[in-house]
């Protein structure tokens, strides 16, 4: 359709005026210049987003150029250091648009149905590395020619219609463009082609580039035609392929094997369609010839020949400018074909690395051998048996299968394939890909085939030799008995003799393997989402199917195959199908290419039905096809889905039996699609949606296409149900009707893969988070098969006494797993930090992990908790290690800085930081740091990478250095060290691995070289290990690992090994040395089949302070000392428990269901999300329904946003994934602003119990009195009327109402949860009230307060996670309530009738909102960058949010302002987060001033007249001068901050949280951070403290023995002594850097009750006791090494008895100072009570006169009898009993309680003694236990009180329950927002104190004497009577 007024050239530009921009349009920085080399007008485009600057043709997409020149040329040129992309919209002949696109930024073609993309490269001869790239500073004016009828006809194989538009984006210059049917040479102008008559058509003259007189074309200027002209087939579109399929190129014929040749390729890894710039030369000859459409043949592979000139010199360049077809084309453009004679099968052997050329042996070397296949090895041979594999998915984690028998899954992990067997847990292993499998279907799995291993020609596992120029498709099978290996388009290679031969196996496989960027021979190509245009590229293939009728296809060689069964292999977007029969396979023959089509639509799964073996079906977005193979041609047609077209499908199944003419396929939008496929009609249509909200309107059709459905990834079909995995993490199981779920199980991540066994009776599962289980449908368990890490694994650490294997990753996470099980244990998540280093403590169970960020971070094993946190590096952390002997802890970091620890207690602390140590350039690896085996020595490279250096371990004092780039004086190279480790202490070596391909063995006294192992590999070993015997030296590169025989020092042999698809990042031998592991992608497990030597004498093993050898169980424990103390008083025998084992930590260690107790490391890092753990499985009773789209679904619950801040450590035990009822589904919240205003509620472990409730007034036993403590969590959460005297605050659930005169209280509860803020009407009527969400409640909660009756009138709900703000309008008639940073939503409210009135979503999360005082219509809320102002509009009943947002003034220099204030009418003013306050004109809505008011982030703002009060977290109270402020404001732009004065500022001790101030501004209540409110005096300059509180947890509570003080120790260090009548501090004692965790008051003391004391225990070990009445310290000793939990004084005083962590107990004397005691009979468990009494023990048959108790976490108690100043100390009695399961207290054990009653001394009180919640009375005379009270929940806190028969017992689930221990009555008290750690009694018995975290509730006890009173209704009956 060529039209005359195109011809013979169009100049494009010209013709749609570009310039006028009318037919045209320009976007960016478009600007017409004149260029100094074309002497004319250009366009240049620049910008850094080249999608926002560029040129089109024409103006709009709907228009069209309607261009119909065969060529098209551009002449531009590329701005330098820049680039610059083309799209041109081509129409073919059936009117289809393509994209075609080139550009500097792609680095590889691309191509799909619609879109080719070219990367354009602008120089030759560059790097494989650098293909795609910015243009050079030398970049030349180039005529781009592009043939655009051959590059749709070669690349996709259509015809040429038009140009329909082109867009030229930056960055480039651009003179023109031209279309043209004509092929113009632009180096010949039109006179020269006339002079010299040459046989070209020159370029116009308006085309042509000026050239200076004398020069030639090509010296100024480039000529690029793309594709050349070698290139193109014949001008008609390529047949379709036939079987067998012909080659479609001419000129390609059969040749012999020719010489190796020198290839000039500059790709040396992969050829792709690229557009290359060449000289005249190759101008005007052969053009470099495109990759067009590939074909499959099968007369032509490539060599197998292995090359045996050693590794290629991947250093030398490539010629600049040559052009080759393919990898297979010499440097003289000839092409070679191999045909199938030349095909040389070799045994591969050992291979020993060849000498470095031109290396001197000046000292002793190990030559390794002469030639490749030289050997020198070892026996046994292998030497190596893969044991197991840690790890599943790797490309993918779809893929999961079982047996036909279904005793089996097969899966992949990443190039290994693994069959698990599910009861025995044995794995096998299909062993011989190098790289990620991608797909699997039946035990095949397609792959790509990574690099050969070891030039093509080296030994491993699976391994082959492959050409180095090239590899193949290649398929492997695996049978029962033996392995089968076969091409799908070849002969069978020689196998190669695998390292850990395939074991046999019940299911044999055959896999295609198509490789990442390789170039195959032509007849290997099978489906790919991306097609290279070539002889045979192809880059992916996304999935295969095999037909299941008849004979199975993959039983294995010997089965009988009586019909060919063809296998499909399928495009993942668009491209090619192909269908392979593969009848012969089995016999060792070859698979037969049956048919192959081309399709465009989408195809994401593809599956052949079960009754007809050619008969298939497809799906992807918007369609499904149905496909038939007949007559060696595949065809396909569409189903008719009608309006379910747009939908995403993502899988498929054929129905089963019965059912089998049912198609069901599932969807992104949730939908299950009945499909009959005989009609090719959609039978029923049903939809996964949430549950139904509580108000949901289910009667209401929901529209199709809306509403919030469950996306579903997979589904998988039986005889009777159908499963069904979807990305909410639930995997269920329905009947085929759909009518309810049967099954439900939940887990951790979305669900990718589900796939039911073959007898339906399991469902198998994976997870996009590598996790991988079956659910078994009968018992309705759910059972972990694997876990994995999802991203490379970085370093690993192993324990020896435990069998533990430790490992870090890049996907944030820190895992510990069992080696004996390979079941994951631990599991420590950072989402802020990647861990880069780990190491274990050799003699405790605690694991030290270091982060990218610098922080080094000690964690226990035992209670899943972080135990310290160090910050002493400022740079990555790049290696850790830990002495032998567990004494010394040392870290290093990217920075060069060495840090070493004192780590021999359970809390670890610093000793050294040493600067420019160790080498900055180092990165992380597990060799970085090295300790010898005797603890003396440390090694480390550094302080530069060219020198190893060794300090003592105990004083960092360097002994010796050594400079590696010495050592070889002949080497033209430095040498740099790369990993170090050392030998066995005997004799001392140190072995360095350097940049040379050497590992050097020096001597570490002397430093000399001992010998040296050449050429061990062909690049740098990153790591290396040698055995404890020195028999075996490990070294790993890239993805191979060698195993050296170290002793042979003339010629050492060694064995190499594969099998990781990644670079191994370490190796190390596992504990007892018989097994090894190597870490990557996953994680392998090797047995070492040598038998172990014994270690050299007195090395590591032997020596005297290495750790217990680890041969030892897991369960073993050392031996307790033989000595009870320096005293050597005479003890009983400790008793054992009969029933059950103290709790050990193992395999199964954690919870089994419930809440697994996340932890947060500081107060600053904010709440970790809460995991869960199963709760069994079940049938669901309020399950999510599928509908048909008929009936419609109701909206779907809202999200309650999740995850963990900070670091959570959760133990796994054993693999059981949650299955449980459908809940609420989560949604990850935005992450939370680095802004201390926002509140973050503080993370609580507990959760709040149903049953809980406030007693009625009639028969309450308790009274709440006074609340010690103020909530600096909160937020704004204080409220003072000064007209009134009304002042209330929070303290975590609670509404505190206190008369500021009088200092009594009131108490309003009602909250679930934390109250994060307050808001006081203007008339002081009304108080409203925030908490966040809670396991009871779904939103949070605002309760609206009744101020002068002190009721809640209305319960507001509608915030999902927490209120950040509250306010109340001018009139009070609004309320306006904030959402947090997880919720960002809006909300105003009517106070008259609670109504919600209007929302808004907000962009980004606010940190405070306010109504403007002088307007109720207008409010304000500010955030992150903006201000953003609301006015209400009414519109009848109706309330309408009207938004306008304002940016910050880049002049302001704040990107956030954390808080507001409206001044004087119009000012408003804002505080940010870098310490200015700006003032906006709210009228003008603009920023007119700003000053620097602190130094930190500002969080409250208070304004009142003239005066402005400030408040930050800087600790500084600010008061402002602001009255010039309105009159700056008509001064515009020209306003100055000088005006603005400070008149007052004060300094509290705690960032400020929350002000309140009297309109004069004189005076205030100011709230910290601190737990403190401050009453503020501007006038008096004072602050007075009102309010004490604790920040941190608080551990003990004691009282003075005259009733009148109270003594309360918390983590923070402090000591506090409190007025028990008033409730004020009176003394504090501080301890900086410690925790105080005990606390002991003394009793009267030899009549002199003035010296009282206070003894304190302390985390480091030390005891302090403090005089009262003097205020000072007395004593300081430290009788523990660990720290302190329990101490008592002794009866007289005289004595004090102190328990630690270990279970040791020490008795000291606090006037000595003395220890002269010490019991260990509790070892191993930390103490949790200890109590003394005086009584006379002589009815108890023993001597002394104090009594007293020890009780210990393993639930033992121990009581005793002594008598002090005799030093008698003697055991009466011992209490034990088996721990409580798992399951009955899921976070933790529960502590073990003990307590001597107080109405009868021989009497005893214990609490989780037993396997069941209860309180036990226990008769020290009767040796039994005589009463049993059973509680709801196990007691974590218990009291006896000295008056009446009362007991108060704390619960974890926030409640207190009073026990009347006479009649039996027990009351439930709530008012705690966490567990009530404490419960105390005063010793008048008038009051009771509970303590949860931080706050202390004060009860008053009524009828505290004994009365008769009649149980409650939340009485328990009377217990049992033993």
């Known amino acids: 359709m060529a039209k005359a007024w195109q011809h013979p050239f169009l100049n494009v530009f010209r013709h749609f005026k570009v310039g006028e921009w009318k037919r045209s349009t320009k976007e960016g920085d478009v600007t017409p210049v004149t260029d100094k080399t074309l002497k004319c007008t250009v366009y240049r485009i620049r910008g850094s987003v080249s999608a926002g600057n560029y040129i089109q043709l024409p103006q709009t997409g709907t228009q069209s150029l309607g261009l119909t020149g065969r060529y098209l040329y551009v002449l531009f040129r590329p701005l330098p250091s820049k680039h610059f992309v083309i799209h041109l919209d081509v129409a073919t002949e059936d009117s289809q648009v393509i994209r075609v696109s080139f550009s500097s930024l792609f680095r590889e073609f691309k191509s799909t149905a619609t879109w080719l993309q070219f990367p354009f490269i602008c120089e030759a001869g560059t790097s494989r590395k650098d293909l795609a790239g910015v243009a050079p500073s030398g970049a030349r004016w180039t005529c781009l020619q592009l043939d655009l009828q051959d590059i749709l006809l070669v690349y996709l194989n259509r015809r040429y219609g038009h140009l329909r538009s082109v867009r030229l984006c930056a960055s480039l210059l651009v003179k023109s463009l031209y279309t043209s049917d004509l092929c113009f040479d632009p180096a010949v102008t039109v006179a020269e082609a006339r002079r010299a008559k040459l046989p070209v058509t020159p370029v116009p003259r308006e085309m042509a580039f000026p050239v200076p007189k004398g020069d030639s074309w090509h010296e100024h200027y480039v000529h690029i035609r793309f594709p050349s002209v070698g290139s193109r087939a014949s001008s008609e579109p390529a047949q379709k392929s036939r079987s067998p399929p012909e080659a479609v190129f001419r000129g390609r014929v059969r040749e012999p094997v020719p010489p190796p040749v020198a290839f000039s390729n500059p790709f040396p890894d992969s050829v792709f369609p690229a557009v290359r710039t060449f000289g005249p030369t190759a101008s005007r000859q052969a053009r470099p010839v495109p990759r067009p459409l590939p074909e499959v043949s099968l007369f032509c592979e490539h060599s197998e020949v292995p090359s045996m000139n050693g590794p290629r010199d991947r250093s030398q360049e490539p010629s600049a400018r040559a052009e080759v077809t393919d990898k297979h084309t010499a440097g003289n453009g000839v092409h070679?074909?191999?045909?199938?004679?030349?095909?040389?099968?070799?045994?591969?052997?050992?291979?020993?690395?060849?000498?470095?050329?031109?290396?001197?042996?000046?000292?002793?070397?190990?030559?390794?051998?002469?030639?490749?296949?030289?050997?020198?090895?070892?026996?046994?041979?292998?030497?190596?048996?893969?044991?197991?594999?840690?790890?599943?998915?790797?490309?993918?984690?779809?893929?999961?299968?079982?047996?036909?028998?279904?005793?089996?899954?097969?899966?992949?992990?990443?190039?290994?394939?693994?069959?698990?067997?599910?009861?025995?847990?044995?794995?096998?292993?299909?062993?011989?890909?190098?790289?990620?499998?991608?797909q699997q279907r039946g035990a095949a799995l397609w792959r790509r085939q990574?690099?050969?291993?070891?030039?093509?020609?080296?030994?491993?596992?699976?391994?082959?030799?492959?050409?180095?120029?090239?590899?193949?498709?290649?398929?492997?099978?695996?049978?029962?008995?033996?392995?089968?290996?076969?091409?799908?388009?070849?002969?069978?290679?020689?196998?190669?003799?695998?390292?850990?031969?395939?074991?046999?196996?019940?299911?044999?496989?055959?896999?295609?393997?198509?490789?990442?960027?390789?170039?195959?021979?032509?007849?290997?190509v099978l489906a790919g989402r991306v097609l290279h245009v070539s002889s045979s590229q192809v880059r992916c293939v996304h999935g295969v199917s095999y037909a299941t009728a008849g004979p199975s296809l993959l039983v294995g060689r010997c089965s009988p195959f009586p019909q060919t069964r063809p296998a499909s292999s399928v495009?993942?977007?668009?491209?090619?199908?192909?269908?392979?029969?593969?009848?012969?396979?089995?016999?060792?023959?070859?698979?037969?290419?049956?048919?192959?089509?081309?399709?465009?639509?989408?195809?994401?799964?593809?599956?052949?039905?079960?009754?007809?073996?050619?008969?298939?079906?497809?799906?992807?977005?918007?369609?499904?096809?149905l496909w038939r193979l007949r007559g060696g041609e595949l065809r396909s047609c569409p189903v008719d889905l009608g309006e379910h077209r747009v939908l995403e499908l993502t899988d498929l199944a054929f129905g089963q039996a019965q059912d089998s003419h049912t198609?069901?396929?599932?969807?992104?939008?949730?939908?299950?699609?009945?499909?009959?496929?005989?009609?090719?009609?959609?039978?029923?249509?049903?939809?996964?949606?949430?549950?139904?909200?509580?108000?949901?309107?289910?009667?209401q059709k929901q529209p199709f296409g809306t509403g919030p459905g469950i996306s579903i990834s997979s589904l998988s079909v039986s005889q009777t149900t159908c499963a069904v995995g979807s990305d909410d993490g639930y995997v269920r199981l329905w009947p085929l009707d759909f009518s309810s779920v049967l099954l439900e199980?939940?887990?951790?991540?979305?669900?990718?893969?589900?796939?039911?066994?073959?007898?339906?009776?399991?469902?198998?599962?994976?997870?996009?988070?590598?996790?991988?289980?079956?659910?078994d449908v009968p018992s309705r368990e759910y059972n972990t098969l694997a876990r994995s890490h999802t991203a490379p694994v970085l370093a690993l650490a192993t324990e020896c006494s435990r069998g533990q294997l430790a490992t870090v990753s890049q996907d944030h996470t820190v895992r510990v797993w069992d080696l004996a099980t390979l079941q994951q244990l631990y599991d420590l998540r950072s989402p802020e930090e990647t861990p880069r280093a780990i190491a274990f403590h050799p003699t405790q169970p605690v694991l030290f992990c270091g982060f990218a960020s610098g922080a080094v971070c000690s964690f226990s094993l035992e209670n899943a908790g972080v135990l310290v946190r160090h910050r002493r590096h400022q740079g990555a952390v790049t290696g850790l290690?830990?002495?032998?002997?567990?004494?010394?802890?040392?870290?290093?970091?990217?920075?060069?800085?060495?840090?070493?620890?004192?780590?021999?207690?359970?809390?670890?602390?610093?000793?050294?930081?040493?600067?420019?140590?160790?080498?900055?350039?180092?990165?992380?690896?597990?060799?970085?740091?090295?300790?010898?085996?005797?603890?003396?020595?440390?090694a480390f490279v550094g302080p530069s990478k060219y020198v190893v250096t060794i300090v003592s371990t105990a004083s960092l004092e360097e002994l010796l250095r050594v400079d590696v780039s010495a050592l070889e004086l002949a080497s033209s190279r430095l040498d740099s060290a790369v990993a170090i480790c050392f030998g066995p202490v005997p004799p001392g070596h140190l072995l360095v691995s350097t940049s040379s391909h050497t590992v050097v063995v020096l001597d570490a006294a002397s430093g000399r070289v001992v010998r040296e192992l050449s050429g061990v590999h062909s690049v740098a070993c990153p790591s290396l290990a040698l055995s404890r015997d020195a028999r075996f030296l490990l070294t790993a590169t890239d993805r191979v690992i060698r195993v050296w025989d170290y002793p042979a020092k003339a010629s050492p042999g060694c064995q190499v090994y594969i099998g990781h698809s990644e670079p191994v990042r370490a190796v190390a031998f596992a504990p007892g040395q018989r097994q090894l592991l190597s870490v990557a992608d996953a994680i392998f497990l090797w047995d070492v089949l040598g038998a172990p030597g014994r270690s050299p004498s007195g090395s590591a093993g032997d020596s005297p302070g290495a750790p217990p050898t680890c041969e030892a169980s897991p369960g073993a424990r050392q031996p307790e000392d033989t000595e009870a103390g320096t005293g050597g008083l005479p003890r009983q025998q400790v008793p054992v428990p009969s029933q059950a084992s103290p709790l050990q930590l193992g395999a199964r260690a954690g919870p089994l269901k419930g809440a697994d107790g996340a932890f947060s490391t500081s107060d600053e890092e904010g709440p970790s999300q809460e995991s869960h753990s199963p709760e069994g499985l079940h049938q669901a009773s309020s399950l999510p329904m599928l509908v048909k789209e008929a009936s419609g679904a109701g909206d779907g619950a809202r999200g309650a946003p999740g995850g963990p801040w900070g670091f959570s450590m959760r133990p796994h035990p054993g693999g059981w994934a949650t299955a449980r009822s459908t809940t609420k589904a989560q949604a990850h919240p935005p992450a939370r602003p680095d802004c201390y205003r926002h509140f973050t509620p503080r993370y609580k472990a507990s959760s709040l119990v149903k049953s809980a409730s406030v007693p009625s007034a009639r028969v309450e036993r308790l009274l709440l009195k006074a609340v010690v403590?103020?909530?600096?969590?909160?937020?704004?959460?204080?409220?003072?009327?000064?007209?009134?005297?009304?002042?209330?605050?929070?303290?975590?659930?609670?509404?505190?109402?206190?008369?500021?005169?009088?200092?009594?209280?009131?108490?309003?509860?009602?909250?679930?949860?934390?109250?994060?803020?307050?808001?006081?009407?203007?008339?002081?009527?009304?108080?409203?009230?925030?908490?966040?969400?809670s396991s009871t409640a779904s939103c949070c909660q605002i309760r609206i307060w009744d101020v002068p009756g002190g009721s809640c009138r209305h319960l507001l709900s509608y915030h999902d996670t927490?209120?950040?703000?509250?306010?109340?309008?001018?009139?009070?008639?609004?309320?306006?309530?904030?959402?947090?940073?997880?919720?960002?939503?809006?909300?105003?409210?009517?106070?008259?009738?609670?109504?919600?009135?209007?929302?808004?979503?907000?962009?980004?999360p606010a940190h405070g909102v306010a109504f403007n005082p002088m307007d109720a219509r207008e409010l304000a809320c500010v955030g992150q960058g903006a201000i953003t102002s609301w006015l209400l509009q009414q519109r009848g009943a109706e309330v309408a949010l009207q938004v306008h947002r304002e940016p910050i003034p880049e002049e302001v220099g704040a990107g956030e302002l954390t808080s507001l204030c409206y001044g004087a009418a119009p000012l408003l003013y804002c505080g940010s987060n870098t310490g200015r306050v700006c003032v906006w004109d709210t009228r003008a809505g603009r920023c007119f001033l700003a000053w620097e008011a602190d130094d930190g982030e500002i969080g409250v703002l208070l304004c009142s007249g003239a005066r402005l009060v400030s408040g930050s977290n800087t600790r500084r109270l600010r008061l402002w001068a602001v009255g010039a402020v309105p009159e700056l404001r008509r001064t515009g732009a020209r306003a100055r901050s000088s005006s603005v004065f400070m008149e007052h500022e004060l300094t509290l001790d705690g960032a400020i949280v929350s002000a309140v101030f009297h309109d004069s501004m004189d005076m205030g209540v100011v709230g910290t951070t601190a737990g403190t409110l401050w009453y503020v005096s501007w006038a008096e300059g004072t602050s007075t403290r009102l309010i004490s509180g604790y920040r941190s947890k608080v551990n003990e509570v004691v009282f003075s023995p005259s009733a009148s003080h109270w003594a309360t120790c918390s983590d923070d260090g402090s000591v506090r002594v409190w007025s028990l009548a008033s409730m004020e501090l009176l003394i504090q004692f501080q301890v900086l850097n410690q925790s105080c965790l005990c606390l002991a008051w003394s009793p009267p003391s030899c009549g002199r009750p003035e010296e009282q004391q206070v003894a304190a225990g302390y985390s480091d070990g030390t005891l302090r006791v403090f005089s009262v009445s003097q205020i000072a310290m007395e004593l300081k000793m430290r009788p523990h090494r660990a720290a302190l939990t329990a101490i008592a004084f002794s009866a007289d005083g005289q004595t004090i008895l102190s328990g630690d962590k270990d279970g040791l107990v020490a008795v000291s004397r606090p006037r000595t100072g003395m220890t002269f005691h010490v019991l260990s009979d509790h070892r191993g468990a930390p103490i949790s009570a200890i109590q003394s009494t005086n009584k006379e023990c002589g009815d108890l048959g023993a001597e002394g006169a104090d009594l007293w108790l020890a009780a210990s976490s393993d639930q033992r108690i121990s009581i005793w009898a002594s008598d002090w100043p005799r030093g008698h100390c003697e055991l009466l009695d011992w209490l034990s009993s088996p721990s409580p399961t798992l399951t009955e207290f899921p976070s933790r054990p529960p502590p073990c309680l003990a307590a001597f009653c107080p109405w009868d001394g021989a009497l005893l009180a214990c609490a989780g003694l037993g396997m069941h919640p209860e309180v036990v009375f226990y008769s020290l005379h009767r040796k039994q236990v005589v009463e049993r009270i059973p509680l709801p929940f196990f007691a974590v806190s218990l009291s006896l009180s000295p008056g009446a028969h009362l007991m108060a017992v704390g619960f974890a689930e926030r409640m207190l329950r009073l026990v009347d221990c006479e009649s039996g009555a027990v009351q439930d008290f709530a008012g705690h927002d966490d567990l009530v750690q404490l419960c105390r009694f005063a010793p008048s018995a008038r009051l009771l104190f509970s303590v949860a975290h931080s706050e202390i509730l004060v009860w008053e006890v009524s009828g505290h004497q004994a009365t008769e009173e009649s149980p409650g209704s939340g009485s328990w009956p009377a217990w049992r009577r033993s």
């Open 336 to 438: 070679t074909a191999v045909p199938e004679s030349a095909m040389v099968p070799v045994a591969l052997e050992d291979v020993a690395p060849r000498q470095r050329p031109g290396r001197k042996q000046s000292r002793p070397e190990m030559t390794l051998g002469e030639t490749v296949f030289e050997q020198r090895s070892f026996l046994p041979d292998p030497i190596l048996k893969l044991k197991g594999v840690i790890g599943f998915g790797g490309h993918s984690t779809k893929w999961a299968l079982w047996t036909k028998d279904g005793a089996a899954v097969v899966y992949p992990c990443h190039a290994v394939i693994v069959v698990l067997h599910v009861d025995t847990r044995e794995q096998r292993f299909f062993l011989g890909h190098t790289d990620k499998l991608l």
């Open 450 to 524: 990574g690099p050969p291993w070891e030039n093509g020609n080296g030994p491993g596992l699976g391994g082959r030799g492959e050409d180095p120029h090239g590899r193949a498709v290649t398929g492997r099978g695996w049978g029962a008995g033996a392995q089968v290996e076969s091409r799908l388009l070849g002969k069978q290679s020689s196998p190669a003799r695998p390292r850990a031969p395939c074991t046999p196996c019940s299911t044999a496989g055959f896999s295609a393997l198509p490789d990442r960027g390789s170039t195959y021979t032509r007849h290997a």
């Open 571 to 625: 495009c993942g977007s668009r491209g090619v199908v192909l269908a392979w029969g593969t009848e012969q396979v089995g016999r060792g023959g070859e698979a037969v290419l049956l048919a192959k089509t081309h399709t465009g639509v989408d195809i994401q799964a593809f599956k052949v039905a079960v009754f007809d073996e050619t008969r298939m079906a497809s799906c992807g977005q918007g369609g499904v096809r």
């Open 663 to 699: 198609l069901y396929v599932c969807g992104r939008s949730g939908h299950i699609l009945e499909i009959d496929h005989r009609r090719r009609a959609v039978r029923r249509a049903r939809r996964l949606l949430p549950t139904q909200t509580p108000g949901g309107h289910s009667s």
């Open 745 to 775: 199980a939940e887990h951790e991540g979305p669900v990718s893969w589900v796939c039911v066994s073959p007898d339906g009776l399991r469902v198998l599962s994976a997870t996009l988070s590598g996790h991988l289980g079956f659910l």
């Open 881 to 938: 290690a830990a002495s032998p002997d567990g004494s010394f802890l040392f870290s290093s970091c990217s920075r060069g800085t060495l840090a070493q620890y004192h780590c021999s207690t359970t809390r670890c602390h610093v000793l050294r930081v040493t600067a420019n140590m160790v080498c900055r350039d180092a990165r992380p690896t597990p060799n970085a740091l090295v300790v010898s085996g005797d603890s003396r020595l440390l």
């Open 1269 to 1333: 403590g103020y909530n600096g969590n909160g937020r704004a959460n204080v409220v003072w009327k000064p007209d009134t005297g009304f002042f209330a605050y929070t303290c975590g659930c609670l509404v505190v109402v206190e008369d500021l005169h009088s200092g009594a209280q009131r108490h309003w509860l009602g909250h679930p949860e934390e109250i994060s803020t307050l808001a006081l009407s203007h008339d002081a009527q009304i108080l409203a009230s925030a908490s966040g969400c």
């Open 1362 to 1404: 927490a209120v950040q703000a509250l306010a109340f309008s001018p009139d009070d008639a609004l309320l306006v309530t904030l959402g947090d940073y997880g919720d960002c939503t809006l909300a105003l409210w009517s106070v008259a009738t609670c109504e919600l009135l209007s929302s808004a979503r907000l962009p980004e």
